[in-house]
């Protein structure tokens, strides 16, 4: 028994250790889903008009519906599209019949389409309040001189457009805009690996206890001695 103890001890204690992250990993899941399903009811509730008074934390993705008249002047955004390739967001400016300007993502253009007309005059917009992330570490600073974004930058652009620094994301206008595809706020690019981090640690925890049982047995036919 003795010969054992030791890789018995730390087998156990190892495996348990895996198996508890694990199990949190998948508690940490059912929290971020949780998270995400009330998101994506916020992203499908009732439109309401522009709020007056803002709040980023309590209003994003809010449904909105504008009226008023888009303007021609247009900022563009580098992105990828899957199955798409490299293109443009393009956010331009919006006033509202109510006299307030913000700005509007309009949605993707091919990165060829660059330098196409844009549609400009009176529209009713339906989309989402955005706060978006897209700046880190790596990513270059805008080149507003060729107008070349690469990153929504919402108080950069709204200096550009003469705009309250407010982003909605359009997911229909009407009338529609020839030639750009719309793309509204969704859950999906919220990162939830929580999943694979769970198997991934239960996975461990099933090595260590094989890998502990080859040293036990070790141990037991002394080729360890």
Do not use: C
């Given at each position: 028994?003795?010969?054992?103890?030791?890789?018995?001890v730390i087998?156990?204690?190892?495996?348990?250790?895996?198996?508890?992250?694990?199990?949190?990993?998948?508690?940490?899941?059912?929290?971020?889903?949780?998270?995400?399903?009330?998101?994506?009811?916020?992203i499908?509730?009732?439109?309401?008009?522009?709020?007056?008074?803002?709040?980023?934390?309590q209003?994003?993705?809010?449904?909105v519906?504008l009226?008023?008249?888009?303007?021609?002047?247009?900022?563009?955004v580098?992105?990828?599209?899957?199955q798409?390739?490299?293109?443009?967001r393009?956010v331009?400016?919006?006033?509202?019949?109510?006299?307030?300007?913000?700005?509007?993502d309009?949605?993707?253009?091919?990165?060829?389409?660059k330098?196409s007309?844009?549609?400009?005059?009176?529209?009713?917009?339906?989309?989402?309040?955005?706060?978006?992330?897209?700046?880190?570490?790596?990513?270059?600073?805008?080149?507003?001189d060729?107008?070349?974004?690469?990153?929504?930058d919402?108080?950069?652009?709204?200096?550009?457009?003469?705009?309250e620094?407010?982003?909605v994301?359009?997911?229909?206008?009407?009338p529609?805009?020839?030639?750009v595809?719309?793309?509204?706020?969704?859950?999906?690019?919220?990162?939830?690996?929580?999943?694979?981090?769970?198997?991934?640690?239960?996975?461990?925890?099933?090595?260590?206890?094989?890998?502990?049982?080859?040293?036990?047995?070790?141990?037991?036919?002394?080729?360890?001695?």
């Open positions: 028994m003795k010969r054992i103890l030791a890789p018995l087998g156990l204690a190892g495996a348990a250790i895996l198996v508890w992250l694990g199990t949190w990993q998948v508690q940490r899941l059912a929290w971020k889903q949780a998270i995400l399903s009330e998101i994506d009811a916020t499908a509730g009732k439109a309401i008009p522009l709020p007056r008074v803002i709040s980023p934390t209003q994003r993705y809010q449904p519906t009226t008023g008249e888009i303007e021609a002047d247009t900022l563009y580098l992105v990828s599209k899957k798409v390739g490299a293109g443009w393009l331009s400016a919006f006033s509202t019949a109510d006299g307030r300007r913000v700005l509007v309009r949605g993707f253009v091919p990165v060829d389409q330098s007309p844009r549609y400009a005059g009176p529209a009713t917009l339906n989309g989402n309040l955005h706060w978006p992330d897209d700046r880190n570490s790596s990513t270059p600073e805008n080149d507003v060729a107008n070349t974004w690469f990153a929504r919402l108080g950069q652009m709204a200096e550009q457009l003469q705009t620094p407010l982003l994301v359009t997911r229909d206008m009407s529609s805009d020839p030639g595809t719309p793309l509204p706020v969704d859950s999906a690019g919220i990162p939830n690996d929580h999943l694979n981090y769970a198997i991934t640690w239960y996975s461990l925890a099933v090595v260590w206890l094989f890998m502990t049982g080859v040293w036990i047995r070790r141990r037991l036919t002394g080729k360890d001695d």
